[in-house]
């Protein structure tokens, strides 16, 4: 199904003595929380099948904690996810947080491209109120799924006031990861998610518990407005570019001549840059590409004037970003200014 939207409470409520449970709507993408083995034979299984609808029903107990409500936002394989299709998923999620009716959103994803889509949710849904993004890394047919535990989980911590003001949460297994930070560090593995600095919390005994908060400015706090971005339905085309042992120039010349506004430079180390290839990004610099560098080895900071000396190339540096978040903000950036001092102030604070 490419692009469905439905809306229908799913999960019958139990209401406490206490009164009304929170309202969590459940935003379904696809992905292998939603895959099935049964769907294919050409592969080990196909992601993007099964209803968020169903997804929910096989979880009767989040009726103890939410009134739910889904709706199909589309029922990919989050490999398909581009830029356009978060531009609507972030859209799609701010006008439900908007709704006074709504308490917490929570959108079910692929995780191969999750950390991505958490990461824009977090620059720019204006909202206090829960944003929380999960996926699985077994589909839902599979022995031992993790979707239905990682859901329960997700619903725990959208349900719960102390996940308010936190940005987007991404839950994986018990663990609460902020959006900014947390990366998909295992192919396989079903605790495939990190974060540089661990997660902020964890959900124990059924309920979220916070040991820190984000370190960087989200949502409303953040340099980007959600509402400056209407019309838009894309932004800026900036590519990501991996720099190897021997790497031609006349690769970084290529990339520049399809029409990107800027460039991920991926390096080694601290984001090194050879000779040839800095030239190369010095042309590219020089024609109005804004270049961002940033390091290859999986976590760490690329450091202004480190490795590089910035300020003579005018790049910047991505901190401890990395590449594929790095060509999010950059790709926001762009949106609103091509003045490298600005956009490395948003490296460093968002
Ligand atoms: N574990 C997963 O969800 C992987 C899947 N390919 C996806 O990102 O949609």
């Known amino acids: ?28 993408t ?52 581009d830029l356009p299709l978060q531009l609507r998923l972030v859209r799609r999620v701010a006008e439900l947080t908007d709704r006074e009716d709504v308490d917490a959103v929570l959108v079910t994803h692929g995780t191969d491209t999750l950390e991505e889509s958490a990461y824009l949710l977090h620059l720019l849904v204006p909202s206090d109120k829960p944003v929380v993004v999960v996926g ?19 619903v725990r911590v959208a349900a719960h006031p102390s996940s308010r003001g936190l940005g987007t949460l991404v839950v994986a297994g018990e663990e609460i990861h902020s959006a900014r930070d947390v990366r998909k560090e295992h192919t396989s593995r079903v605790d495939a998610f990190g974060s540089l600095n661990g997660p902020l919390g964890e959900v124990a005994g059924g309920v979220p518990r916070y040991a820190h908060g984000p370190s960087r400015l989200h949502g409303r706090a953040s340099a980007f407005d959600l ?7 894309d932004l800026p085309p900036v590519e990501v570019l991996v ?39 010095d042309r590219a610099r020089a024609a109005g590409v804004v270049v961002v560098r940033s390091t290859r080895v999986a976590w760490g900071t690329v450091a202004r004037g480190g490795a590089v000396d910035d300020a003579g190339h005018d790049f910047v540096a991505a901190g401890d970003l990395g590449p594929y978040k790095a060509r999010v903000l950059l790709a926001l950036a762009l949106a609103v200014t091509d003045d490298t001092a600005r956009i490395q102030e948003a490296f460093d604070t968002h």
Do not use: F, W
């Open 243 to 281: 720099t190897r042992a021997g790497l031609p120039g006349s690769i970084v010349d290529a990339v520049v001549a399809t029409g990107a506004r800027g460039l991920v430079h991926v390096g080694p180390g601290a984001g090194n840059i050879p000779e040839g290839v800095a030239r190369a990004l």
């Open 136 to 154: 699985a890394m077994r589909p839902a047919d599979a022995p031992g799924a993790d979707g239905p535990s990682n859901l329960l989980n997700a």
């Open 30 to 81: 696809g992905g292998t929380i939603a895959g099935s083995s049964a769907a294919t034979t050409a592969k080990h299984y196909e992601a993007g099948v099964v209803t968020v609808e169903d997804l929910l029903a096989a979880v009767p107990q989040v009726g103890e904690l939410a009134a739910v409500t889904c709706e199909q936002l589309c029922q990919i394989d989050s490999v398909e996810m």
């Open 1 to 28: 199904m490419a692009d469905a939207t439905a809306a229908a409470p799913v999960v019958e409520p139990v209401v406490g003595p206490g009164g009304s449970l929170p309202h969590v709507v459940v935003v379904g």
């Open 227 to 233: 509402e400056a971005l209407a019309g838009l339905d």
